[in-house]
């Protein structure tokens, strides 16, 4: 079995940017296309300044790894009203903890999907339990021993970005 | 008897999509956030079928699925699996523990449903027992027709109604609609290109949520080949143009299976008024002689006995509203109910022309009505003697 160093960028690349437009399309109908990918700097924060909710959900198996989930905070009440099929009055009521919830189901779907087509290509790895952080320029660094990649997608007016570290099991 | 479902999923958007995709069918939801609350919450109540998800806190579905199939009680509930991990292994290795189907996610809705129809035999909720819907109730109503002027005179005919007329002008477009909700009835043009009306018809009736919506099809007076063909293919009923607005509404009410009675018989102050509209109908004033009993009876089970009847906002006298008029006082004599007559000054005129109407007194207004069935009222009551 290949180790981590030698799964290619284009997998990668592929697996992620299938995910995120299959869970977008259908969850929500809307397109989400990827428009830049490239490895990501030390120190680099992918997300913007404003208020921020990134979805975090892990795979351990043959391959480890952390997916990041960028969302800007309005997007992220977009997204869930249209998952849950909630008017912006009904979201404000629900409060914050509905919109961590439902970015984080939809961050466990994107990871699902781009860990299950790692799985079919002959590296098995289960799900872990998804987690949220809300912040502002925030960015995460990785081992020497880990790739770190991040991709950008556009999704109408919006934009999302997926940060990636993986690598191979111990 | 209404169906159990329970869904297992430490996600509470999961189980809020699960509950929103079975809203519109005769089932109960339970919820369980993981494989402990899911295995306590099967065993209380015997689920028709559950939705488990792998990973979750506390216990997994795996395990989850094995401590059901060991258990004697419940292992006969069918299980399906909703989950993330899809992995082609993952997939073989959970379905030999006993599972009868699998849906990863990211999954529509339509598919849950599809699914779970193919396990357990899923009622539209219309089916089941609850409060019959009125004619005071809102309704989505889809028209599909490619000529913005139809879609136009039907919203504008019905403006008076709680529906809501949505227009769409192609097969494509309707069938989007329906893949965002049900609409509680259909009219589609047959004049669509391509038999689109047809087609959207198969669509209707292969879908699950809408396989009972009425459809109707509108086609012109003339065309009566195309009636005829379409009434052979299952559209509930053919609508001919030029459009009778009146009647589109009535039998758009009836495939709606709404209580009509709310149109003409209302409660207002302890008393029932019987109010004919302003475009009443002979088979309006049909409808409300139909009614006419029950709504009485109804009044007198609550302890009230007093009735206005109201023809006050109809433009003609005629037969059928003296009739109607008649049937109604005899019917509050027999009951002992108090009842005032509301015209407007020309039907009052009229009624002074006939014999049989010749001796009714009537009040201009509902107000007037109501203060005198009030002095009738307290005239009535008994006087109790001083102490």
Known sequence: ?170 | MRKKILTVDDSKTVRIIVRKAFKAFDCDIFEAGNGVEGLAVAAKELPDLILLDITMPVMDGVETLTKLKSDPHLKGIPVMMLTAEGGKDHVLKIAKIGVRDYIVKPFKEDTLIDKANRIIELKPLADGPGRARSILDPAEILVVDDKPAIVQQIREGLKHTPWKINGVSSQLDAAEFCSRQVPDLVIASLALPEDGAYAFLRVIRTNLKTKYTPMFALVVKTETEAQHRAQEAGFNFVVTKPIDVADLESRMAKAMNLDMSGRYYTVDDDLLVLRLPENCTQAGITEAAQHLQAKLAETVDAGYNQAILDIGAIKALDVGVIKLLMQAMEACRELAMHFALVANAQLIAECKGYEDTRGWTFYETLEDAKANLGKRAAKAAPVLAGT
């Open chain 1, 1 to 170: 079995m290949p180790a981590a160093a030698e799964i290619s960028e284009c997998l990668i690349r592929e697996n992620i940017s299938r995910a995120v437009a299959d869970v977008f399309k259908t969850m929500m109908g809307r397109s989400a296309i990827l428009s830049v990918a490239h490895a990501a700097e030390r120190g680099e924060a992918p997300g913007t300044s404003v208020d921020q909710v990134i979805g975090t959900v892990g795979f351990i198996g043959d391959l480890n790894g952390l997916v990041y989930l960028y969302l800007d905070e309005g997007f992220a009440n977009q997204c869930t009203g249209q998952i849950l099929g909630l008017n912006a009055f009904e979201l404000a009521a629900a409060g914050a903890e509905v919109v961590n919830d439902a970015i984080g189901e939809l961050t466990n779907m994107v990871v699902g999907s781009f860990k299950n087509a790692l799985c079919d290509a002959g590296y098995p790895c289960k799900l872990t339990i998804p987690s949220i952080l809300r912040a502002r320029n925030f960015c995460i660094q990785s081992t020497r021993r880990a790739e770190h990649r991040s991709y950008r997608f556009t999704c109408g007016s919006h934009r999302l970005v997926a940060d990636i570290i993986i690598k191979s099991g111990d």
